[in-house]
Structure formats: structure tokens, C-alpha cells
């Protein structure tokens, strides 16, 4: 039958019925399972660490993560730019200018990298330079406002004025209305002396853009210029009303202060310049003379090695650090300095007192010399010979060098403007177009750009000759402001902050 074919067989029946009894469980063998790795970030994923790290302000894992993205892609122009960036604000302007050249060798068109080499050629005094890299950019984008504007303040630090002025036409006839050429054109024709010129040109500036900081900056130099304090005073101050994180305000003002010896509004005012923009060697320098003003001499060091760590031997900050040494009694620490000092090439405004100081260090390392002992072995006993005719007694003091009274100058004020009596100061303030903004090459958002004013800022100048009569004061000129990072947050100023000379 046909049921007789599809019925179990007696063996499957039996294997049926054992299923049903007590038997032993098997218990199934583990297979091994291959752990996958997680893959190992790119340099775009290192990258965008950098970015974050950047901005929550931890520069040194900014750093890390945009090395390593560089390990991955050697030129990858971004991360080169941020690295310089940050190099910049450090103030170690070597590492910024090597940075931003990698990121221009990575892509020539990076007219933000172009526009930050600028600048640190600028913070270096290295204007010929600047001149050059602006110049072979123009050849490529010849109608650049920015790098135009970048330009005219090369020219104008370089004393190149009638380029300069060109430059400026050259801009105009381009862009007319805009505000970074008048207030450009308004310091050349100010650092020509042709102050008037420099007024009136800063008038139309004014009525370009009448809440521009920059335009009120400017104004507050061509007073200075011609004298008039107060009114000067009145336009640093309207310029900080109208925007209290412009730097080149509070410096001008710091440098006024420094000049009328309020050391204490001195050092408040260069203390918020240097906060908003760390890299400007004048500033610290300000900061020193001011806290040397106020009897800190330990504190006047840490700020004058800043100033050396932006621009090696700069020769106020070697002469102040001698002055330092020697108020804490440091003697051979200052004549070391005040060697290094009368060492550095081209003129020196404290050469003479800084002659005078030596000696007297000099004379004070050996006063408090302990004396030598004689040594008798050998020697005969001999008497006392005759006394010779005309000798002077007490003529071991002849040698002796009375302290000058300029060993610890006061700090002069910072800028380009002269002192009373139409000394120049030692470094003179400078104002200029910013740099162009940043574009993110990752998606990040662009770092700022240039900034929307060429105004001035104050320099320190050298410190008094005498300790008696500070100098007068020149005043300073904001210069052009760095490109923000590509990885700084939108909100970031980055580098609409100018940056004075």
C-alpha cells in the first residue's frame, strides 16, 4: 500500500524514541570572531579635532591634531594656516612665517595665508619683504583690495610715501568709497608731516562709516601731531566708546598716560591691548616701562622678555632689562645686558647713558668685590716707601662713576608721533589695511578678515634719557590686522581686530 512508503523505517522509529529518554546535552563550540580594528582617522578627521580643540581655546591639542593631520597630508594648506595662526597669536613669528609659507607651497592661491605672511613680516619690521609678497600677488590678483591696502602700509613703514600714494590712487580707482585707503592715505600723508592733509582725509573717512574706531584713532594721531593732547585723548577715548575691544585705542591712551608718568592707567591700558592682541611686541614693552615706573622691577622683566621672544634684541627692552637688573641689585646680570645693548648695530637712543651705567655697575661690582687676600709667602718685609709728591689722597675714588640718573628711564610712549621738543621715539606706531578673511577650506567658518580700519595704535618708545624729564610722547597707529584662523568660530573677530604699530 501506498501509506507502507512514506511510514518511518525501525531505525529512524528507534533514533525517535531515544530523543524522548535522559541523554547528555552537547554543548556547541565556540567560533572564533574576528575583532575589527576601528579605523584609523584621516587627516580631514584629524583635522576637524583641530578645529574643535581651537575652538574651546585648547591650543595645545589644536596643535597636536593638526600635526597629525599633516603626518596624513603633508600639504594640506588649512591646517598649515591654523598652525601659523596660532604660532602668530603666540607671538613666535618665526614658527608663523614658516606655517604660512608651507601653507602658500600647498596652495599659491591662499590669499589669507599671503595676507598673514604679510603681517608677520610686518610685527618682524621686515617691510622690504612684505613689499615683495605683496607685489608678486598683485601680479596674479591685481585689483585685490585687500592686498592693495596690505601694500600701502609696506610703503608707508618702508618711508616709500610716493608709492605709497599711488597705491592708494590705484585702490580708489577701484573701489572709491573704500574706507581702509583714506585711512590709509591720512597716516602716509601724517608720517610726510603734512599733518593738516592727514585731518582732512580722515574727515572723509568719518563720513564713510562715522562709527568706524579707526577713523577716530587716526584723528587722535594727527592731534598728537599738532599738539593737542586733550583733543587726542578725546578721539582714543571716543574710538574705545564705540568698540572696547579695539586694541590700538587703549594702547594710544596707554602711551599717553606713560607720558605723563600715570603709570597705573598706563599699565592698565597696555595690559587690555596686549590681551586683545598678544603678539604686538610695543605693547609689552609699554606694560614693562609702566610696572618699571611703578617700582616691579621682577614683573618689568617677565614683559620685556616678551618683547624679545617677538623681536629678538630689540634694543629698548635689552637696555630696560639692564635697568631691571640693576634696581635689584643684579650687577653683573646688568652689565651683561648693557654690553649686549652697546653691541647692537645702527643707532642707539641710550647709547650714552647706557656708557655711563656700565661704569657705574662696574664700579658697584667691584665695591662689593671681597677683597683678595695677600699672600706673605716669599715675600721680604719692606718699608713703607716715600710718598710720592703731588698724588692725591683718596685717588682710588677717581675712578669712580656717580650713578646717571638715566639708568632706569622712565617708559616713553608708544607711536609713530614725535615727543615734546620733537624727539622721535624709538618705534613708531603704524596703521594699515588688515588682511583678508580666511576662508575655510573644511567647512569651518572663515576667519575673519581684514580688519574695517587702518587705524593706529601706540607704540612704546625708547624711555627718557634722564630720570628726571620723560621724554615726550608719541602716539600709536593700528596696523593691519592678521586673517583669523579657518578653523575660528563664527563668532570670532579673529582678524577684524586691528593691529596698530
Not at 489 to 499: C, H, I, L, R, Y
Request: net charge positive; with cysteine; proline share 8%.
Amino acid at each position: 500500500m501506498n501509506w507502507m512508503k512514506t511510514s518511518p523505517g525501525p531505525l529512524l522509529l528507534a533514533a525517535l524514541a531515544a530523543c524522548g529518554g535522559a541523554s547528555q546535552a552537547v554543548k556547541p563550540q565556540p567560533v572564533a570572531q574576528e575583532i575589527q580594528a576601528p579605523p584609523e582617522p584621516s587627516s580631514a578627521d584629524w583635522f576637524a579635532r583641530g578645529v574643535q580643540a581651537a575652538r574651546a581655546k585648547d591650543t595645545a591639542a589644536a596643535k597636536a591634531d593638526f600635526q597629525k593631520a599633516l603626518d596624513k597630508e603633508g600639504k594640506l594648506a588649512a591646517a598649515h594656516f591654523d598652525l601659523g595662526w596660532i604660532a602668530e597669536q603666540e607671538g613666535k613669528l618665526g614658527d608663523a612665517e614658516r606655517e604660512y609659507q608651507a601653507a602658500l607651497q600647498a596652495d599659491p592661491d591662499d590669499l589669507a595665508a599671503v595676507l598673514n605672511l604679510g603681517h608677520v613680516y610686518r610685527l618682524q619690521e621686515r617691510h622690504q619683504k612684505a613689499i615683495t609678497l605683496f607685489t608678486q600677488t598683485l601680479a596674479k590678483h591685481p585689483y585685490d583690495v585687500r592686498v592693495l591696502n596690505n601694500l600701502v602700509v609696506a610703503y608707508r613703514l618702508a618711508k616709500e610715501y610716493g608709492k605709497a600714494i599711488q597705491t592708494v590712487h590705484r585702490l580708489l580707482a577701484r573701489a572709491p568709497t573704500n574706507p581702509e585707503a583714506y585711512k590709509n592715505l591720512a597716516l602716509v600723508y601724517s608720517d610726510m608731516g603734512n599733518y593738516r592733509m592727514a585731518e582732512f582725509i580722515s574727515a572723509n573717512a568719518k563720513k564713510l562709516d562715522a562709527k568706524d574706531p579707526g577713523v577716530y584713532n587716526n584723528l587722535g594721531l594727527v592731534d598728537l601731531k599738532l599738539e593737542d593732547r586733550p583733543g587726542a585723548l578725546a578721539e582714543f577715548q571716543k574710538a574705545i566708546e564705540l568698540d572696547p575691544g579695539f586694541a590700538p585705542g587703549h594702547a594710544n591712551i596707554g602711551a599717553m598716560a606713560l607720558s605723563f608718568r600715570d603709570y597705573r592707567t598706563a599699565l592698565r591700558e597696555f595690559g587690555k591691548a596686549s590681551q586683545l592682541v598678544p603678539n604686538r611686541w610695543e605693547w609689552h614693552l609699554g606694560t614693562a616701562w609702566a610696572l618699571a615706573g611703578l617700582k616691579k622691577p621682577g614683573e618689568a622683566v617677565a614683559e620685556f622678555d616678551r618683547v624679545l621672544a617677538i623681536l629678538p634684541d630689540q634694543p629698548d627692552a635689552v637696555f630696560g632689562l639692564a635697568g631691571a637688573a640693576k634696581a635689584q641689585k643684579q650687577f653683573d646680570k646688568a652689565a651683561e645686558y648693557l654690553r649686549r645693548y652697546l653691541a647692537l648695530p645702527g643707532e642707539l637712543a641710550q647709547r650714552d647713558d647706557a656708557r655711563k651705567m656700565l661704569d657705574s655697575v662696574e664700579h658697584m661690582r667691584k665695591s662689593l668685590a671681597p677683597p683678595k687676600p695677600e699672600s706673605r709667602v716669599g715675600m721680604a718685609a719692606e718699608k713703607p716707601g716715600p710718598a710720592v709728591k703731588g698724588a692725591a689722597k683718596g685717588d682710588a675714588k677717581a675712578g669712580a662713576v656717580t650713578p646717571s640718573k638715566a639708568s632706569a628711564p622712565p617708559p616713553a610712549a608708544a607711536g609713530t608721533g614725535a615727543a615734546k621738543g620733537g624727539e622721535k621715539t624709538a618705534s613708531a606706531p603704524a596703521r594699515e589695511a588688515a588682511p583678508a578673511k580666511a576662508g575655510g577650506k573644511s567647512g569651518t567658518p572663515a576667519g575673519a578678515g581684514a580688519p574695517k580700519q587702518a587705524a593706529p595704535a601706540p607704540a612704546p618708545s625708547a624711555p627718557a634719557a634722564k630720570a628726571g624729564g620723560a621724554k615726550k610722547t608719541p602716539v600709536v597707529e593700528a596696523k593691519a590686522a592678521a586673517t583669523a584662523p579657518k578653523s575660528a568660530p563664527a563668532d570670532d573677530k579673529g582678524g577684524e581686530e586691528p593691529d596698530d604699530e
